[in-house]
């Protein structure tokens, strides 16, 4: 084990430009995706924080809009969604640029996607509700146009960077490590910075640190761009041209694309917990600095099963590690119902169950490759786009519905305009009790298509292999 951790070194230095032999990704292009990703994402996070929900504290508590309303509004942006899907399938699935099929997206949305989130925080909190209201909805309508595009060109982007299975895990899994201190920066610099500006729930603090980020974010996010290559398994006389219906009607007959929608439809609200955070720091204990600390604390808790995932993958299978942390994680948050009123066991448990998430993430991201090697090798077309944006069009269309659910009882206990009434525990628990347990129903019943997937790690070996052969002919 000495000898090989004394060898890194010098197998960086070899390969710094060149892949090892049977590799496709250099060190210095796993640098540039990761590195690079660290900007991605640090604008990916400021998204979270101006997202159309109650928990944001600039859009529920700072402008004051109603759980129900940001629900509805939900539900528009979720048309709005159905609308784009479409255009932007063909969109990825027909670019034959030089740069490839994601990386020009990189540099086409980021820009706006960070000028429409710096907007957000401008908006007049002082005019009539509705007029603030609507203008909310469309800036941050065009903003998540641009986001969901610049978002899934990143994401994308590792899958086609190797057609290499185990490659591809290792690197969704140390990437995903390096990249995730881009939302870890700021979850904890955030708020602690807001200390000096008046707090999570003032504007100044938003107009002032939101440019400042987004900056950041643009810059490092060229890294990935300059630094990357697409690496897809086709002929070199391959051109994508895909018309909508073909794309819809080849991606209906894949049976993996409809077991892994169903398991992201059914992971709907098993993120639930991670939105309790931010109010027991600010409405239980009172403390913003406190929310930056535990911020940065449970920013960590995804990292350990996010760089053992490729080892849990080889050893028993990705279906098999998708299931059991997602059950794991309902047995922790099954524990928080109990522990609300002691701050550190609470934490302890929060931390343990968004431990879990990281190799999920891991895992359902290398599957979501393999459907698209899958889909190319049962029909001959690379169909990214559509299986991607097609997902998105049936996971929004559910989410309609599931999004009436929380708010729903956020007014039901008491939770309208106005979230001081947040302070009141009588208010406060019996909400933090609704997102704890349709956590735990969450993580249950996602698990189920899991068990008809069968799509195995030999098999898209042989798959790979194959894809190989044809282009070779070709």
């Known amino acids: 084990m000495l000898e090989k951790i004394k060898k890194i070194p010098m197998e960086i230095k070899n390969h710094w430009k060149t892949p090892a032999e049977g590799k496709y990704i250099s060190y210095r292009e796993f640098a540039a995706y990761s590195f690079g990703g660290i900007g991605v994402n640090t604008i990916n996070s400021l998204f979270g924080y101006v997202a159309l929900s109650a928990n944001c504290l600039l859009v529920g508590s700072a402008y004051g809009i ?16 159905l609308i784009k899907t479409p255009f932007i399938s063909m969109l990825i699935d027909n670019t034959n640029s030089k740069y490839g099929k994601f990386r020009p997206y990189l540099l086409y949305t980021g820009v706006p996607t960070a000028i429409l989130l710096c907007l957000m925080a401008f908006i007049p909190n002082d005019i009539n509700y509705w007029a603030k209201t609507a203008i909310i909805g469309v800036t941050y309508a065009c903003m998540m146009i641009f986001q969901s595009l610049y978002a899934q060109a990143f994401t994308s982007l590792a899958q086609v960077l190797t057609p290499n299975g185990e490659e591809r895990t290792s690197l969704l899994s140390v990437s995903m490590f390096i990249y995730s201190l881009g939302p870890s920066i700021v979850n904890m610099l955030l708020p602690i910075l807001a200390t000096l500006t008046g707090g999570m729930t003032d504007f100044k603090t938003y107009r002032i640190f939101f440019p400042i980020f987004s900056i950041i974010g643009i810059i490092l996010s060229i890294i990935t761009f300059k630094g990357t290559e697409e690496k897809i398994v086709v002929a070199k006389d391959y051109v994508a041209k895909v018309k909508f219906s073909e794309g819809i009607k080849q991606v209906a007959k894949n049976k993996y694309f409809w077991l892994i929608n169903i398991h992201s439809i059914l992971s709907g ?17 009172k403390s913003d600095t406190m929310l930056g600390i535990m911020n940065t604390v449970i920013g960590t808790a995804s990292v350990p099963l996010m760089l053992l995932a490729p080892l849990l993958a080889k050893k028993f299978g990705k279906r098999n590690v998708v299931i059991w942390t997602n059950l794991i ?36 991201s290398s599957m979501t490759a393999e459907i698209f090697d899958y889909q190319q090798w049962k029909t001959g077309v690379r169909l990214e786009g559509f299986i991607t944006q097609f997902g998105a069009m049936i996971t929004t269309l559910a989410g309609m519905f599931t999004g009436l659910i929380i708010p729903y009882f956020y007014e039901h206990y008491g939770l309208k305009e106005d979230y001081t009434v947040l302070y009141d525990s009588a208010v406060r628990t019996p909400i933090f009790n609704i997102l704890i347990i349709t956590t735990i129903i969450s993580c249950v019943i996602c698990v189920i298509p899991m068990f008809f997937y069968n799509l195995k790690e030999e098999d898209h070996q042989k798959i790979i292999s194959d894809l190989k052969e044809r282009a070779g002919d070709e």
């Open 66 to 81: 109603k759980p129900t309303h940001l629900a509805w509004m939900n539900i528009i942006m979720g048309i709005i969604n």
């Open 329 to 364: 994680r309902a047995l922790f948050c099954a524990v928080m119902l109990f522990t609300m009123d002691n701050t550190v066991v609470f934490f302890v448990f929060l931390y343990l169950a968004t431990l879990t998430l990281g190799g999920d993430s891991v895992v359902t």
């Open 269 to 285: 609200l098993k993120y639930g917990i991670g939105s309790i955070l931010g109010w027991y720091c600010i409405y239980q204990i």
